[in-house]
């Protein structure tokens, strides 16, 4: 992908698929990213990529954090039905998606948040929520209560010991579900291609949009340019923080 991105079309046409590129040139990146035509749109993937962005970072954060304080009240402030609410939550992890477009699609023209970002961000928050629940409830299990019961001994109430105890020592737990919610709603494309109109679309749909977008002539190099391109921040996030998410998948972020 990245050598066929560097080349010219007729460097592709004569030469072979696995090949260097002779004459390495940015002109397909730069076409891709501000040029490339989706449809009848000829701007590139740069809007669509700033619309993952607007979209991913704020869903990211605040799955993240719900995520953190059910799994934080599930383990260490049990009360009465609180396994059966766990049980519940996680058929949210195994319901295939297609079966919530029909209800979304209601709630959100109920809500006025119909073809917007707010409306994309709020279904990936819904949709992650159980999946971050699993990961810090099954990971706080693991934290002695111990903990917690000297803390309130000393007089700190439920917000201070999840700020000055919980949350220090949640370090693996919190980059694992970042880097797995950040992956999930990135290259998300049934929920970008059905919630989203003409100006909202995330980079998925354009990608797509872009690929099949007829022309004279199949500019592969744009395509593989633009695939780079789409493929870049999730590729970027795993090579900075890769060996966290390893650390805390052992330390107990999917066991049990």
């Known amino acids: ?10 460097e592709i046409r004569q030469g072979s698929l696995l090949a260097m590129p002779f004459a390495p040139s940015l002109a397909a990146w730069t076409k891709a990213w501000s040029g490339a035509c989706t449809g009848t749109d000829c701007s590139g993937l740069q809007p669509f990529f700033w619309n993952s962005v607007l979209m991913v970072v704020p869903a990211v954060l605040i799955t993240t954090a719900l995520g953190a304080i059910n799994g934080y009240v599930l383990t260490k402030w049990r009360f009465r039905g609180s396994e059966l609410m766990f049980a519940l939550m996680l058929f949210g992890v195994f319901m295939p998606l297609q079966v919530v477009l029909l209800p979304m699609s209601q709630v959100l023209g109920w809500l006025g948040l119909a073809s917007s970002i707010w ?26 209560d111990e903990l917690i019961k000297a803390a309130l001994l000393d007089g700190a109430g ?44 995330p980079i998925t749909v ?18 593989m340019a633009a695939a780079m391109i789409a493929g870049l921040p999730t590729l970027f996030v795993y090579i900075v923080a890769g060996k966290y998410f390893v650390r805390g998948l052992t330390a107990g972020a999917v066991k049990g």
């Open 206 to 223: 354009g990608l797509n949009n872009l690929a099949n977008t007829s022309s004279v002539v199949k500019e592969y190099n744009v395509d």
């Open 158 to 201: 439920f917000w201070r010991i999840f700020w000055r105890i919980v949350l220090p020592l949640s370090g693996p737990i919190l980059v694992v579900t970042f880097i797995w919610q950040f992956t999930q709603i990135w290259n998300d494309f049934l929920f970008g291609v059905v919630f989203s109109d003409a100006g909202t679309k």
């Open 119 to 144: 409306g994309l961000t709020l279904v990936h928050i819904l949709c992650g929520l159980s999946s971050t629940t699993l990961f810090f409830r099954n990971y706080y299990a693991g934290l002695p």
């Open 1 to 10: 992908m990245l050598s066929t991105s560097l080349k010219s079309m007729d």
